[in-house]
């Protein structure tokens, strides 16, 4: 007969007949371990338990940082009320420059969207613009 060691005893359990008991807890051992590891595949591959789990994850980071949001929007508010005030013409100037950025997005987002959807010829491929 040949020898074989268990994984779960490290006892050779084929060169004799062992004890009942042994080989009883042996087996529950074993079935534990498969129990676990097919409970861990499971956990794996379930896509609907993983998604609630991101889902939840994301949920609370989200409540954290809008709750930080909440603690630190009237500090940097205050703060920006007081350096306009310490400073109105660079603010004014500032304000300015962001509208008239703005304004030049507008305008050029547009000419880009009228000029897609603009008809073209069958032969405006083979020219250039």
């Known amino acids: 007969m040949s020898s074989y060691e268990s994984p779960a005893t490290g006892k050779d359990t084929m060169s004799g007949p062992g004890d009942p008991e042994a080989i009883k807890a042996g087996i529950e051992r074993t079935r534990a371990g498969l129990a676990d590891d097919v409970d861990a595949l499971t956990d794996k591959v379930d896509l609907r338990a993983r998604t609630?789990?991101?889902l939840g994850t994301a949920r609370g980071r989200a409540g954290d940082a809008a709750s930080r949001a909440r603690v630190a929007a009237p500090q940097k508010a205050r703060r920006a009320g007081q350096a306009v005030r310490a400073n109105p013409s660079s603010s004014a100037a500032t304000v300015a420059l962001v509208l008239a950025a703005v304004a030049a997005g507008?305008?050029?987002?547009?000419?880009?969207?009228?000029?897609?959807?603009?008809?073209?010829?069958?032969?405006s491929k083979f020219t250039s613009r």
Request: no cysteine; glycine share 4%.
């Open 52 to 54: 609630r789990q991101a």
């Open 106 to 123: 507008t305008v050029w987002g547009r000419r880009r969207a009228a000029k897609a959807h603009a008809p073209r010829s069958r032969w």
